[in-house]
């Protein structure tokens, strides 16, 4: 599949922006259903740091080493695209194939908000594991958690999977998160998309041509595959897949994809 790669400033900063706030109001909520769950002192706090590094690819959760101060980070620079689309998308968790196989853990369709909710459930749940065991004062372990689940302390043993299976069960699973933000987002990928010049980068393939349109800032505007004989196809990018035009002649595809 081909991800249009965007990197207008001001499309960033509004995406970064819409991003960032819809992150800390999922983990506000977390925090808040967490702290009723477990009994949560009212000056617990766990430090939320939102990331946008290109190099940033892994998310994290824990505690700092020096200060015991809790933290959760998310790197979300490869999701960035995806705001003004609102397209749904595999939600892959396989990296721990041992929970994946368990149907709250399971991977799930959704939108990049569905991806943001996931990032936050799993590392906030390191965050809440890692404090109840550094702190014993801050929860009665006893009281939330069976003797098997609270004496497994694996990073993802069974203690963390009952932590990360309430806020998963919360906040991700079957939740759906409304998208009004994408016509805000929308408007701006609008303004950018259909300016004049169109820059055309095309390839050979399988007998016929690839041919992708792009503003000059870099904005994809559409991909379409030709070939003699048969109907322009266009690629549909919610779902990656070539869908037929209306036109056998590339010039007449390029002619309706531009005039918007
Ligand atoms: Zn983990």
């Known amino acids: 599949m081909i991800v249009p790669f965007v990197n207008n400033p001001r499309f960033l900063n509004d995406s970064k922006r819409i991003m960032k706030e819809f992150a800390e109001n999922v983990f506000t909520s977390m925090m808040e259903h967490a702290r009723v769950r477990y009994g949560l002192p009212e000056n617990f706090h766990v430090s939320l740091f939102v990331s946008f590094g290109k190099n940033r690819v892994w998310h994290q959760g824990g505690y700092f080493r020096d200060t015991g101060q809790p933290f959760v980070d998310i790197a979300l620079n490869r999701l960035l695209w995806m705001v003004p689309y609102g397209s749904r998308f595999r939600i892959e968790t396989s990296e721990y194939d041992y929970l994946t196989k368990h149907k709250d853990f399971a991977n799930i369709y ?9 990032a936050l459930s799993h590392e906030l749940a390191h965050a809440l594991m890692d404090s109840m065991l550094l702190n014993t004062e801050l929860v009665d372990l006893d009281k ?4 098997r689940t609270r004496n497994d302390r694996r990073p993802h043993g069974l203690f963390f999977q009952s932590i990360y ?10 939740v759906e998160y409304i998208m009004s933000e994408q016509v805000a987002a929308n408007e701006v990928k609008a303004k ?8 055309t980068e095309a390839t050979e393939s399988k007998g016929g041509r690839l041919v992708t349109y792009k ?10 595959y030709s070939k003699p004989g048969q109907k322009v196809q266009k690629l549909n990018l919610e779902t990656g897949n070539f869908e037929d035009t209306a036109h056998d002649k590339l010039v007449e595809a390029r002619k309706e994809l531009l005039a918007g």
């Open 215 to 224: 503003t000059p800032e870099g904005v994809v505007l559409g991909t379409f």
């Open 144 to 147: 939330f958690f069976d003797s």
């Open 110 to 118: 959704g939108t990049w908000k569905t991806y943001v909710a996931w």
């Open 192 to 199: 950018r998309v259909y300016t004049k010049k169109v820059i």
């Open 165 to 174: 299976r309430d806020l998963r069960v919360t906040f991700v699973n079957g």
